[in-house]
């Protein structure tokens, strides 16, 4: 399995607050990815990074933004969460963008009461 | 922009009847094609790829053949057994954009004994 860590794994939050979700890898490699997978949407992609300080956004970027210091950690934050944001959230990886396989972590479930 | 279609499930079969899963696509350039599998509880993973035209991805018993003519993806399986109860998602990636996945809404598959 790759080494990808997500934490938390599960969270309970209130409307308005900040929240950070953490994904730390141990395989080195360039591209690390936050999807959010919701009912009758499958996974959507929110932020990418393609290197240290590297990033771009996604097709559902509006209230998370994200930061990359190091090659192996990749953090996703809600500024101000908001019910909508109810969702689990996956971090993947890949080593390189063509025929691009991506890993994925287990996953955090965010509830924003 | 790009997209992915797949069947609505749930998808109810018998053990060792036969899977077909549709998946089409739309894109702009040229994809590659996976169809990842999620057991629950836990993250996806790469079931099989095609990176173009004509290619089979299989694995596991399962194929996929990369249908340019009809933009599908077809997942199929001879006979499936308990354990491959699963959402199984259809996804396609663009490599000029940064590698980013694009799923489609995902088909949970039931398998009864």
């Known amino acids: 399995d790759a080494g990808i860590t997500q934490s938390p794994r599960h969270k309970v939050t209130e409307t308005g607050t900040p929240v950070t979700l953490r994904c730390h890898q141990t395989?080195?490699?360039?591209?690390m990815y936050w999807y959010r997978q919701d009912p009758g949407h499958g996974l959507r992609l929110i932020h990418y990074?393609?290197?240290?300080?590297?990033?771009d956004k996604g097709e559902v970027s509006d209230g998370y933004s994200v930061s990359r210091s190091k090659t192996e950690d990749f953090l996703l934050t809600l500024e101000s969460a908001t019910s909508s944001q109810t969702s689990v959230y996956f971090c993947?990886?890949?080593?390189?963008?063509?025929?691009?396989?991506?890993?994925f972590g287990a996953g955090t479930r965010l509830s924003v009461l | 922009g790009d997209s992915v279609t797949q069947m609505e499930g749930p998808v109810t079969l018998s053990e060792e009847a036969f899977l077909t899963i549709n998946c089409t696509y739309t894109?702009?350039?040229?994809?590659?094609l996976f169809w990842y599998v999620q057991y629950p509880g836990e993250g996806l993973q790469l079931l099989l790829k095609?990176?173009?035209?004509?290619d089979k991805g299989s694995n596991k018993g399962f194929e996929a053949t990369y249908r340019k003519e009809t933009t599908s993806f077809h997942l199929e399986k001879g006979s499936v057994q308990v354990s491959d109860s699963a959402v199984y998602f259809c996804?396609?990636?663009?490599?000029?954009?940064?590698?980013?996945?694009?799923f489609g809404q995902g088909t949970e598959l039931s398998v009864k004994p």
């Open positions: 993947a990886i890949s080593e390189r963008a063509a025929e691009n396989i991506q890993y």
């Open positions: 395989e080195n490699h360039r591209y």
């Open positions: 990074s393609y290197g240290v300080k590297d990033t």
């Open positions: 894109a702009t350039g040229y994809p590659s």
């Open positions: 095609a990176t173009k035209a004509d």
């Open positions: 996804a396609l990636s663009v490599s000029n954009q940064g590698g980013k996945l694009i």
